[in-house]
């Protein structure tokens, strides 16, 4: 018995620059860097444009690595997606004159020394990475809410470029993946039991956010209270659960 399907249309961006707006093409991708943040706990929000190997920069410490993902058709698990390779987004914070914003361990310094490339959810060295900087105002207090809100800014940024990738025609993608969601009637079945973090600021974990990897629409599994969830593989595929650890 056939189940839901879902398509993967992946776009390989061979070149990433900076321009006055946000612009995609099959192969090319452009960005904003006075993107507007009008939140006013943000004391500063910046963003720069990392070409491959121009990792010798200092950061403050890495709060996420983002893929660029979007629905073009249907709900997360099915449907078609578009996702974006050769560029991910960094996202790092602090508050000015205070911590680091981290659980367990900062990274802050200079970013080739504490990102390891070409691992599974990390940047190939190849990669353009797009780095965005959240500085909260002296005096913030380290929360959940903060961690949140710094977490939705930057959802709304990759948000402009998922945008522009629903417009992208799908027999202009490099690849695409299909994967059906097959039943077999008397078999066994199998079920992968994973144990997320859910304990509050940097150690969450969403699930069903409106987006692939996104934010926005999604739902931390700490105000689940921490209780069992049943992912299909294709919503796990296409992004469904969004780890902020």
């Given at each position: ?17 900076v ?10 991708l452009?960005?904003?860097q006075?993107f507007d943040?009008?939140?006013a ?12 190997h ?12 983002i ?5 073009v ?16 987004v960094?996202?790092?914070g602090?508050i ?23 691992q ?13 900087d ?47 969601e097959n ?26 956010p ?13 105000d ?12 796990y595929?296409d ?7």
């Open positions: 018995m056939r189940g839901e399907t879902l398509k993967i249309k992946v776009f390989h961006m061979n070149e990433v620059t321009g006055s707006d946000f612009h995609i093409e099959p192969t090319r452009q960005i904003k006075d943040c009008q939140d706990v943000i004391q500063k929000l910046t963003i720069r444009l990392l070409p491959p121009q990792h010798d920069v200092e950061t403050n410490t890495i709060m996420d690595i893929p660029i993902s979007t629905k058709l249907g709900v997360l698990g099915s449907g078609i997606t578009h996702t974006l390779t050769g560029v991910s960094i996202m790092t602090a000015e004159e205070g911590e680091q914003m981290h659980e367990f361990g900062s990274s802050e310094g200079v970013l080739r020394d504490h990102l390891v490339l070409n599974a959810g990390t940047p190939s060295a190849e990669d353009y990475v797009i780095l965005v959240l500085l909260a105002k002296k005096g913030t207090p380290f929360n959940r809410e903060l961690c949140l809100k710094m977490f939705a800014i930057v959802d709304e940024f990759v948000q402009e470029i998922r945008d522009r990738m629903k417009m992208l025609e799908g027999k202009d993608a490099c690849e695409t993946h299909v994967y059906e039943a077999h009637p008397g078999k066994p079945k199998v079920t992968l039991v994973k144990q997320v973090a859910g304990q509050g600021a940097m150690y969450d974990m969403l699930l069903y409106n987006e692939p990897s996104g934010f926005k629409g999604g739902c931390s599994i700490i689940m209270n921490n209780m069992p969830v049943f992912l299909t593989a294709n919503e595929r992004g469904a659960i969004r780890s902020m650890v």
